[in-house]
């Protein structure tokens, strides 16, 4: 697979036994469609995630956003902006939701919008992530 | 079995020859479109026709596993990249009693399905989606494979391996009849007028038939094809439930394959009746109307209570009482069914401990290995595979940011 934004073929990372598919460039991660739930099955968040990303898809496509081809199935993705995010986010998403795209800094803010500071299992979540779940040094 | 074997035989022929006229038979549709009604040129057209069809006959032969294969996108994989496949595989070609193991393909698509391809049961191919090893456990898995390696040992391969290169040969030869009719159609009616002076009433009818006939052509290959390939599905299901003597396996793998609803991105017209399910298509008004008319499987709920009806035994008997008792009629043909024993039906084996995580884990490791990925473990606890193109290139791993120690110093 190759990364959506800059080309470069995608690093495959595995965390106990979840795997996510990274871009060693431009550091923007790819998650297959059930990904992204299996891996917040250990903390037990895996149905705000699947409500996630339910909700994600029935956002109303950006308008002026480029699209970029989902890096499976090669359709242009979705665009979407997640207000409550801060700042806001724009995803990509798969029209035939084969995974979400997460640029360089995404993904620890849409995870800090879903769940909640206070919940005991962030810290799990983000040792589980280490790094992905840190906005990374500029 | 052995009917079913000597039938595809005289089938397989049968398919060639009935293939092979209507190729002709469009092929002159065509030149006669073509050539403005001249006698002469429907003859060209079905000369072309006849060595097209030569042509496909001999690579689809020779090469037809190989062409599919290639149009599915599928990768061999041995048995290091995943362990457990590669093994169900050997067991149920064991249990067939085939000469040799068939080859195992990869398809990376989150669709879950299989099909198997080939010319011999000695040269035969069995391939699997990536979906399908993360959905199914280990008993499914085995069901899915029997069926597959039930398709090989009663010789369906070599059929639906030949005829799906010629029906995409028609097809495309139909496709390319009509554009050329549409784009055609400025000098089709210069030469309409000039034939009109020759008293060419006859020669407008002719044109309306070939026309008629080129639409027609690629349809009836279709539903030719497809009807040879139901009693198939029902026959590598009875072969499935048989070599695995668990026919509630391959039941409830069916159930998860057709409860799913991710679309195979592999939508190819020719490699549909391929898969253990017809492949999803996206688009709900199409999937419907296909089902309606051109279903390569029969319904899957009926192949699921026929395998669920089968009273506590695995054997051809047991298949064909259930298979009468849902839908009527008989499947496995009488010769079979005088020289088949009772065969009961095994218990399920322990619980599968491998969890959905692991199983996804498997069957992208197996993809990844099969593609020359290099494992790098890192110090944080995240197993890094770098593609072949970034070999050497990676230093830093992406979750910690740790420098990794390269594996050639």
Known sequence: MRCPACEKPLVVVEVDQVELDVCAACEGKWFDAQELALLFEKTGQSEEIRSLERDLAALPPEPDAPRRRCPRCSARMKTVR???????????????ADGIWFDRAELPRVLAAKIPESAPALERVKKFLGGFAAPPPS | MWEQIASNRARSRLVVGFMGVLLVAAGAALGLALGGGAPEAAGGGAFVALAVWTVLWLVSIAQGDRILLQVAGAREIEKKDHPQLVNVVEEMTIAAGLPKPPRVFIVDDPSPNAFATGRRPDRA???????????????????????????????????????????GAIVIL??????????????????????????????????????LFMILAPLLAQILYFALSRRREYLADASGALFTRYPEGLASALEKLGASRVPLSDQSRVTAPMYIVAPRRGTRILEAASAAFFSTHPPIEERIRILRSMGGGAGLR??????????GGGVVGARSLASAGEVAAKRPEAADPSGPTERARLASDAILSADGYERIPCACGATLRIPPELAGLVQRCPRCRASLVNKGS
């Open chain 1, 82 to 96: 997640m207000a409550t995010a801060i700042p806001p986010v724009v995803l990509d998403l798969c029209p035939r």
């Open chain 2, 125 to 167: 191919a069995v391939t699997v989606t990536t979906g399908l090893l993360k959905s199914l456990n280990r008993d499914e898995l085995q069901g899915v494979v029997a069926h597959e390696v039930g398709h090989v040992r009663n010789q369906d391969i070599r059929l639906l391996t030949v005829a799906g290169v010629m029906l």
């Open chain 2, 174 to 211: 139909a496709e390319i009849g009509r554009r050329a009719l549409w784009y055609g159609s400025l000098s089709g009616r210069r030469s309409r007028g000039s034939s009109r002076s020759g008293g060419g009433q006859g020669q407008v009818i002719l044109l309306v038939v070939s026309i």
């Open chain 2, 318 to 327: 047991a298949y064909e009482a259930a298979f009468r008792k849902v839908r």
